[in-house]
């Protein structure tokens, strides 16, 4: 769950009385703070088309059209010719309800580019919604158009003989349909958010939480492979995602060295970070132990210049990116 943004917290902190109520009308429970981010995002997402468009009414020219009409005129024309190019007959009786879904789903993937906010499209009930709308709209137009039956025909295809495979390939096809489109902005949001955090984010904090939720994400695959499991007799099968010799090696004196990197040296390091970081050390152990062994094995055989183990260790953590 993502943290509170600003706007939430000011709505939570003086409008929950307001939301518990718009919650009670659909018969959830209430809530000490009922605002969710994506919520207020697309509160504001309305606010600010309602405001653009309160502001180019009163200016619309045809003599000298001003520099938000004319990009508002841009975004229309190109509406308007891919409906035509989709739906074709009747196609501007549906640019209303293009346009709208159009600069709305625009408007909530950018407004997350702006720190302090977030797309609310990167929470899968936004864009379910717009995907249902869609749903539900095409649908009605052509019963409205065709009459229940003829629309239900449709489905059944031209082939008299084939019609019961057809009209379940068609179901299933068209209800298949907002899930795709759920899906495919979701995604897409969702994945362009986290990258956004990471390279925006400078704070402490954040970049202690993004490295939690990297460490975890590696700590829950089960990701061993056949040379890691055949390099060492001693070896025990995985468990919980990580093997025993991380925690437990070896002490005689040959186990204690793996790839001239001394484990000891290894372990104090991974709990400095643990602490650092304000990571279990069970899972930051299992993930830089074997990025550090695998990093070693990939090491060219040529010669190169002795390091002690304090400088081996930093030459691998260049290795894998710095993430020690």
């Known amino acids: 769950m993502h943290e509170e943004i600003w706007l ?16 009670g009308l659909f018969g959830q429970p209430t809530m000490e703070r009922p605002w969710a981010n994506f919520i207020v995002m697309q509160l504001l997402v309305v606010a ?23 990009t508002f005129e841009l975004i229309y024309d190109f509406i308007k010719t891919q409906a035509h190019d989709m ?4 196609a501007d009786r549906h640019t209303t309800l293009f346009g709208t879904l159009f600069v709305f789903i625009l408007l909530c993937n950018l407004i997350g580019i702006i720190p302090g906010l ?7 009930y936004v864009p ?15 019963i409205m158009k065709n009459g229940p039956l003829k629309y239900l025909k449709h489905f059944a295809g031209p082939i008299w003989w084939m019609a019961p495979l057809m009209f379940i390939i068609e179901v299933i096809s068209h209800l298949a349909r907002p899930l795709s489109l759920t899906i495919r902005l979701f995604a897409n949001m969702y994945a362009g958010e986290e990258v956004t955090l990471v390279n925006g984010t400078a704070t402490p904090q954040s970049q202690k939480e993004w490295l ?20 060492n007799d001693n070896d025990v099968p995985m468990t919980n995602g990580y093997r025993d010799k991380v925690h437990h090696p070896a002490t005689n004196g040959d186990a204690a060295i793996i790839n001239n990197i001394n484990i000891t040296k290894i372990q104090a390091l991974l709990t400095h970070w643990s602490t650092l970081v304000a990571v279990p050390l069970q899972t930051l152990a299992y993930t830089s132990y074997r990025q550090v062994e695998s990093d070693v094995g990939k090491t060219s055989k040529a010669k190169v210049k ?5 400088e081996r260790i930093a030459q691998i953590a260049g290795l894998s990116g710095g993430g020690w």
């Open 48 to 70: 600010i088309i309602v405001i653009l468009f309160a502001i180019i009414k009163p200016k619309l020219s045809v003599d000298k059209p001003g520099k938000l009409q004319q």
């Open 306 to 310: 002795v390091l002690n183990d304090t």
């Open 128 to 142: 379910a919604g717009c995907a249902l709308i869609a749903f539900f709209y095409y649908n009605f137009v052509g």
């Open 8 to 23: 939430t917290r000011v709505f939570n902190d003086n409008l929950a009385g307001l939301g518990n109520m718009l919650l």
């Open 87 to 90: 739906v074709g007959h009747d």
């Open 118 to 124: 977030e797309s609310p499209t990167q929470v899968h």
């Open 212 to 231: 939690r939720r990297v460490d975890e994400a590696y700590f829950s695959m089960d990701s061993g492979s056949d040379d890691d499991d055949n390099d």
